[in-house]
C-alpha cells in the first residue's frame, strides 16, 4: 500500500482539463448526444491509429509527438462535423500547445477564443457532466485500444454510457478510473518522449491573452431594518426601566451591574447595527463575535449566579481599567479615542486603583470554549465565533470573503480580483437571537421580564 506521502495531488482544472481542450470544446458547444457521438468516433479513429502504441492516450502533450497525417486521421470526425469544426478552431489560437503546430495546420483560419471559454467554463468543477463526459472520453479511449482490465460490467457501463447502469455510481467510477490513468499522461507511466502537459504555460498564455472580468456587483438592495430597529430600541429602554425598579442599594452590585450592563452592552451593539449598513459587512461580523463573547460570559455567570464570581467578573475588567489607565499615563502619547480623565475616573470608580489587584489572562482563569461548554452552550460558540473570529483576527478565510471576489472570465480558472466592500449576508438576526437568549437571563435573574426583539417584524412587513 502506498503510504500518504507517495501519493501526489493532482488537480483536474489546473493540470488535466488544459490537456483535452478539444474535447471540453466539444462539451461545451455541441449538444451533449452529438458531442458524445463525436468522442466515440475519434476515439475509434484514434484507436485504429494508436492501438499498438504504448502509453498513447489522446491529450495535447501525446498529440504533440504524432506525424501530423497520424493526427489529421484521428481528428477526421471533428473537421466532418460543422459544429466541432467551427468551435475547435479556437485551438489553434493557442501557441503554448505542445501539440500547437498541428492544430495550426488543421484550423488555418481561427479567429477567436470564444468556444474554448464556453469549453473551460462548462468543465471547470471537476464534477460537472461535462468534466465527467471529457474525463469518460479519456477511460473509453483506453477501453478502445483493448488496453483496460477491468471488471466487464465496467467496461460494458463505459462502452454504453450514459444510458447503462445508475448514473450516480457509472459517473464516480468513471471519474475515478480517470484519476488512475493520469499516471500515462503525466506520471510515471508516462512513455519516454512525451512531455509533461504544460498546462501552466496554457493558463499564463490564457492571462495574457485575455482580460478579467469583474462581476457586476449587484446593487446592494438593503433590505429594511427599520421594524427590527424600534423593536430593539423598545425593548433596550424596558430593560432599562427593569434595571431601575431592581436597583436596591446605591453600593455596588456587582449581580445587577454585570447581568445588566452585559445584555445592555449586546442590545446597544445591536441598536449600532441596524442604523448603518454594517451589518451587511465585515465590520458587522466583529461585532456579532463581541455579541456572543457577551452571550456567554452572561450565560456562565447566570448559571453559576454566586456572588464571589460576579465580584470576579467585576474586579477583573475594573482591573484592566487601571491597567489601561496607567499605561496610557506613562506614554509619551495617547490614542485620539483615549479620553485620559474619563479613564482614570473609571479605573478609581470602585476603589482607588492603587487598591486594585490587576490580573491576567481571561477574567474566569477559563477560556471562553471551556465557558461555553460548561453551562451547557457550545452550540453558541461552535455556530457563531469561531467564523467571525476570522473576522477579528485577519484570518485569511475572513479576508478572502470580504475582500475578493472571483474573476468571470473562465479562461482565468476562477482567480481571486479584490471587491472591497462586496455585501455579505446580514448579521442583524443573529445578534437580536443572541440578545434574546440574554433577556431570558435577566428574566430568570430578576423575575420576570417579558420583551423580546422581534426580529422577523421586517421579514413579515416586505
Ligand atoms: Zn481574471
Not at 483576527?393 to 479584490?418: E, K, Q, Y
Request: hydrophobic residues 40%; glycine residues 4%.
Amino acid at each position: 500500500m502506498k503510504s500518504i506521502s507517495a501519493l501526489q495531488w493532482s488537480s483536474w482544472l489546473d493540470d488535466f482539463l488544459p490537456n483535452m481542450l478539444w474535447a471540453a470544446i466539444c462539451v461545451g458547444n455541441m449538444k451533449r448526444d452529438e458531442a458524445l457521438q463525436l468522442f466515440r468516433e475519434v476515439c475509434h479513429c484514434g484507436a485504429k491509429v494508436l492501438s499498438g502504441t504504448n502509453g498513447a492516450q489522446l491529450g495535447h502533450n501525446f498529440l504533440a509527438t504524432l506525424p501530423y497525417e497520424e493526427f489529421e486521421e484521428i481528428f477526421a470526425p471533428i473537421r466532418g462535423n460543422t459544429k466541432a469544426n467551427e468551435a475547435c478552431a479556437a485551438i489553434g489560437l493557442i501557441s503554448s500547445l505542445p501539440d500547437h503546430l498541428h492544430w495550426k495546420r488543421l484550423f488555418p483560419d481561427a479567429k477567436e477564443l470564444e468556444p474554448l471559454a464556453v469549453g473551460i467554463a462548462t468543465c471547470l468543477d471537476h464534477h460537472s457532466q461535462e468534466a465527467t463526459d471529457v474525463r469518460w472520453a479519456k477511460v473509453y479511449f483506453m477501453i478502445s485500444c483493448g488496453r483496460v482490465h477491468a471488471p466487464p460490467n465496467f467496461i460494458e457501463e463505459v462502452v454504453k454510457y450514459p444510458n447503462l447502469g445508475d448514473m450516480r455510481k457509472v459517473r464516480p467510477s468513471i471519474r475515478a478510473f480517470e484519476m488512475v490513468i493520469r499516471n500515462i499522461e503525466s506520471g510515471t507511466e508516462r512513455p519516454e518522449g512525451v512531455a509533461q502537459p504544460q498546462t501552466k504555460q496554457f493558463w499564463d498564455e490564457m492571462m495574457n491573452k485575455t482580460s478579467c472580468i469583474i462581476p457586476k456587483r449587484s446593487p446592494h438592495e438593503r433590505a429594511s431594518v427599520d421594524a427590527t430597529r424600534m423593536s430593539i430600541q423598545s425593548t433596550l429602554s424596558e430593560l432599562c426601566d427593569h434595571f431601575m425598579t431592581n436597583v436596591k442599594t446605591t453600593s455596588i452590585d456587582p449581580r445587577l451591574d454585570g447581568s445588566f450592563g452585559l445584555t445592555i452592552n449586546m442590545l446597544t451593539l445591536a441598536m449600532e447595527l441596524s442604523v448603518s449598513p454594517l451589518n451587511n459587512f465585515a465590520s458587522g461580523r466583529i461585532i456579532l463575535r463581541t455579541i456572543v463573547e457577551n452571550y456567554i460570559t452572561l450565560k456562565y455567570l447566570a448559571t453559576k449566579d454566586d456572588e464571589t464570581i460576579w465580584m470576579q467578573y467585576r474586579n477583573y475588567g475594573s482591573g484592566q481599567t487601571a491597567l489601561a489607565f496607567l499605561k496610557n499615563t506613562f506614554a509619551e502619547e495617547t490614542p485620539d479615542s483615549i479620553d485620559i480623565e474619563r479613564l482614570e475616573m473609571l479605573a478609581n470608580e470602585d476603589a482607588w486603583l492603587e487598591t486594585k489587584d490587576i490580573a491576567v489572562g481571561n477574567w474566569a482563569k477559563l477560556d471562553l470554549r471551556k465557558m461555553a461548554t460548561d453551562v451547557g452552550v457550545k452550540d453558541v460558540y461552535d455556530a457563531y465565533y469561531d467564523w467571525t473570529s476570522g473576522f477579528v483576527h485577519g484570518h485569511w478565510g475572513a479576508v478572502r470573503d470580504s475582500s475578493f471576489t472571483v474573476c468571470m472570465n473562465p479562461l482565468h480558472r476562477l482567480h481571486r480580483i479584490p471587491a472591497p466592500g462586496n455585501p455579505m449576508p446580514s448579521v442583524l438576526s443573529d445578534c437580536c437571537k443572541l440578545c434574546n437568549r440574554s433577556l431570558e437571563e435577566i428574566s430568570r435573574l430578576f423575575p420576570s421580564f417579558k420583551p423580546r426583539i422581534d426580529w422577523k417584524a421586517d421579514a413579515a412587513e416586505a
